[in-house]
């Protein structure tokens, strides 16, 4: 029997929208207990500051994954030039509101929200361990590099951390088991940089230039998706990888919130 040859390989694509959606409905099957068992369902309170479309399109896409899920949406619209005090105020008396279990500030904020908590729920759902393994993390943002870092320490990966001035970075990548791509470069991790069957989670959302598209553009990850595919074990695909996931695991943070409170 002829063997395989490396050309032949290809990894295990991670569907974040099909994870995604799976959480949706568990989250649903347990508001559904909550509001059974204890009369309550958890709330979502998402404060919009400005009139920005992309901000007014995201809280909307917000307001509808809450009502597919039962968890009641708060809104709260505050023009452009309200005062930091004005809005610390608000976001105070929603904090007091015994209905709110969430409170999301849209200021706008990066839509990166919930992405680090998204990389390691995509990790586990697919069944990958992260305990004892290499992990690095492309990125040092704030945002996203550094919290998945350290949400990946707390899971006692070993966590090496590359970024722009790092004279080498390839080396790390290839010796590492686990690859959280979040530096805004497109497609500069190459294949070759990836070890052999690693789980690569591709968090960068880059426009390119495509003129074959309508848009005139494409949307492409931190990594080169197709030499990739190659090499590594499983890989999350741009878009439709980590970018579902962060309205699902704002859902879940809310849907936690309201259970301390409801479950006592």
């Given at each position: 029997m002829a063997s395989s040859s490396p050309s032949d390989h290809k990894a295990t694509i991670i569907d974040g929208k099909a994870i995604a959606q799976t959480i949706r409905s568990e989250?649903?099957?347990?508001?559904?207990?909550?509001?059974?068992?204890?009369?309550?369902?958890?709330?979502?309170?998402v404060v919009i500051v400005?009139?920005?479309?992309?901000?007014?399109?995201?809280?909307?896409?917000?307001?509808?994954?809450?009502?597919?899920v039962g968890i009641k949406s708060f809104d709260l619209?505050?023009?452009?030039?309200?005062?930091?005090?004005?809005?610390?105020?608000?976001?105070?008396?929603?904090?007091?509101?015994?209905?709110?279990?969430?409170?999301?500030v849209q200021l706008p904020l990066p839509k990166?929200?919930?992405?680090?908590?998204?990389?390691?729920?995509?990790?586990?759902?697919?069944?990958?361990?992260?305990?004892?393994?290499?992990a690095v993390v492309v990125g040092r943002s704030n945002i996203v590099g550094l919290p998945v870092a350290l949400l990946l320490l707390k899971a006692d990966a070993t966590v090496t951390i590359v970024h722009s001035r790092s004279?080498?970075?390839?080396?790390?990548?290839?010796?590492?088991?686990?690859?959280?791509?979040?530096?805004?470069?497109?497609?500069?991790?190459?294949?070759?940089w990836i070890k052999p069957g690693a789980a690569v989670i591709d968090v960068g959302t880059n426009a390119v230039d495509d003129r074959s598209r309508k848009s005139g553009y494409r949307l492409v990850g931190d990594v080169d998706f197709h030499e990739a595919c190659k090499v590594a074990g499983w890989i999350t695909p741009v878009p439709g990888g980590v970018g579902p996931m962060t309205v699902a695991m704002l859902l879940k943070n809310t849907l936690e919130g309201a259970k301390r409170i409801i479950v006592q």
């Open positions: 989250i649903a099957a347990e508001v559904r207990h909550l509001s059974e068992q204890y009369g309550k369902v958890p709330g979502l309170a400005g009139t920005r479309k992309d901000s007014q399109s995201y809280v909307s896409m917000k307001r509808k994954a809450c009502a597919e619209d505050l023009p452009e030039d309200v005062s930091q005090s004005d809005l610390i105020c608000k976001v105070h008396e929603l904090n007091a509101n015994p209905d709110v279990h969430g409170i999301l990166h929200i919930n992405e680090e908590k998204g990389c390691l729920e995509l990790l586990s759902r697919s069944g990958i361990s992260v305990k004892g393994k290499n004279s080498e970075p390839e080396k790390a990548i290839r010796e590492a088991d686990i690859v959280i791509a979040a530096a805004g470069q497109p497609m500069m991790i190459k294949g070759s």
